[in-house]
């Protein structure tokens, strides 16, 4: 029987140390101490009677039979996480493991005249939130492994119907036995987006606004839109951004969720620059940039790309290592190009911007005509609103992918760039080596022939009267040559063009 939706969550009163459950399939199971607890139940060591151990490999989560999130996780289970099925979904992708607990069973039991639900599920060990508060933020190299072990674990909950919608520090845990290991726990908010192969359709719904963890919940969840494969990437791009930088843009407002969701859409209606310019000085965080645009030029149906994401976080395919939770890292040194990619991008935020307007003049235009139309025709009207909706959701795939396609344009040019400069590469780390920005021009060269030649030009004379007179120009006298040399070039050409006419 699934649970009353309307009525209020509340913890359960504990259940007394060494109690045995039943689970439905006739396996008992002795509790141990209680050992954590949540925003709805409570967890405990646990020890099956039959094979007695001293060391609990496995815990119990219970709540009142009338909660709701246990029994959504377990729905969770039994339709799309049996061990046979994610065993041979292990073997299909030749993967070495699936960061996914185990479940084990489940059952009803009944106290001090309460039923209550119980779940049996794998031990595993300290969850990511207590590592950062310990160390702050990751190392680079260990935020992207984790992106692509969550990658790992989203393609296959995506293939079987399924959205976890909380992915956060506080859900992500070590193994217990093997902490190099990662799992991606609680599915207690795990939504069916796609039940029998049919996908939900796009549908706003202010009532039921800023549902999630209001730090990292997508910005269909702000909306009211039923949460689908995308909102999940988009979550997990703003924990890689977090564990790197240790803050999010919206982190001063969380407690006004229309702020949150206005920074949310800045952010990504503004990328790579938006998140470029958000990394640790002296670092740079372009992995990161890069899967955020491409989770978001993403349809409201559509399906990732989960090996080119994966691409993205690891883009020479080196084999993952151990994962690495200490705070001492070398950091490599490089600018944001911030100057540089507002000019790169500033005809592509202006084509967004028209496009916006044009889709929020087409909503105030439907709006008025509906409340104008009469009584007899709503029925004609509600299918042609309809019609409105799903063309604009179409224009709107349509700006996402030409954002994208802007963007790529960008990342392509300083993957090129990097490959041609000598870059440094931190050692033990599987991405490949960023391009120094500190360059003003190298990303315009294609764009720019002439004002690149004059620029090699005067740095050549620049470098020639260091070595002759013996003392170096700083870096603001050397623009100011280049500028003058520029300068200087143009009016000779006027001179010309005067003295011809």
């Not at 149906?301 to 200490?326: A, C, H, R, T, V």
């Not at 889709?359 to 709006?367: A, C, I, M, Y």
Request: aromatic share 10%; charged share 25%; with cysteine.
């Amino acid at each position: 029987m699934p649970p009353r939706k309307n009525e209020k969550y509340k913890l359960p009163v504990p259940l007394p140390e060494g109690k045995v459950l039943d689970d439905i399939e006739g396996k008992q199971w002795v509790l141990g101490k209680m050992i954590g607890s949540g925003g709805f139940g409570l967890i405990y060591l646990a020890f099956p009677t039959n094979k007695p151990d001293k060391d609990a490999k496995h815990v119990i989560k219970v709540e009142y039979q009338e909660n709701g999130p246990l029994f959504s996780e377990l729905k969770f289970y039994q339709r799309a996480a049996k061990k046979e099925c994610m065993k041979r979904w292990i073997e299909l992708k030749q993967l070495d493991y699936l960061g996914i607990p185990l479940f084990y069973g489940s059952g009803i039991t009944e106290f001090k005249g309460r039923s209550y639900r119980f779940m049996v599920m794998e031990r595993l060990g300290i969850d990511l939130q207590k590592i950062s508060d310990q160390n702050g933020t990751f190392k680079k190299s260990t935020v992207l492994q984790l992106g692509i072990r969550m990658l790992d674990v989203l393609e296959y909950i995506h293939e079987n119907e399924y959205v976890h919608g909380d992915i956060k520090a506080a859900n992500l845990l070590l193994g217990y036995k093997n902490p190099e290991r990662v799992y991606l726990a609680d599915y207690g908010l795990s939504y069916r987006y796609c039940p029998n192969g049919n996908h939900k359709q796009y549908q706003e719904n202010p009532r039921k606004g800023h549902n999630g963890t209001i730090e990292f919940t997508s910005l269909d969840a702000h909306k009211g839109v039923a949460l689908s494969r995308r909102s999940d990437l988009e979550i997990l791009g703003y924990c890689l951004l977090r564990w790197f930088c240790g803050k999010l843009p919206w982190e001063r407002n969380l407690k006004d969720p229309m702020a949150v969701q206005t920074a949310k859409t800045n952010l990504l209606d503004e990328l790579p620059e938006s998140v470029l310019k958000w990394a640790p000085s002296g670092s740079s965080c372009c992995e990161i940039a890069e899967y955020l645009a491409c989770a978001h030029s993403l349809a409201y149906d559509e399906k990732p790309n989960y090996q080119m994401l994966k691409k993205i976080l690891n883009p020479g395919g080196i084999s993952l290592g151990p994962l690495d939770f200490s705070s001492k890292e070398e950091r490599i040194h490089v600018h944001t190009p911030r100057n540089q990619v507002v000019d790169l991008l500033k005809d592509t935020k202006k084509q967004a911007n028209q496009m916006q307007n044009r889709l929020t003049d087409k909503n105030v235009h439907s709006e008025r005509s509906a409340e104008s139309c009469t009584t007899w025709r709503k029925v004609q009207n509600e299918e042609k609103l309809i019609g409105l909706l799903n063309n604009e959701t179409a224009q709107e795939s349509t700006r996402r992918r030409q954002k994208y396609s802007q963007s790529q344009e960008f990342f392509n040019e300083v993957k090129s760039s990097s490959r041609e400069s000598s870059c440094t590469q931190l050692p033990n780390s599987f991405y490949e080596p960023h391009q120094d920005f500190t360059s003003p021009y190298r990303l315009k060269k294609s764009r720019f022939p002439a004002w690149d030649t004059y620029t090699s030009r005067t740095a050549m004379q620049v470098t020639d009267l260091q070595s002759s007179t013996g003392f170096s120009l700083s870096e603001e006298t050397k623009a100011e040559m280049y500028y003058v040399a520029v300068i200087f070039c143009i009016l000779i050409l006027v001179c010309f063009a005067i003295y011809f006419l």
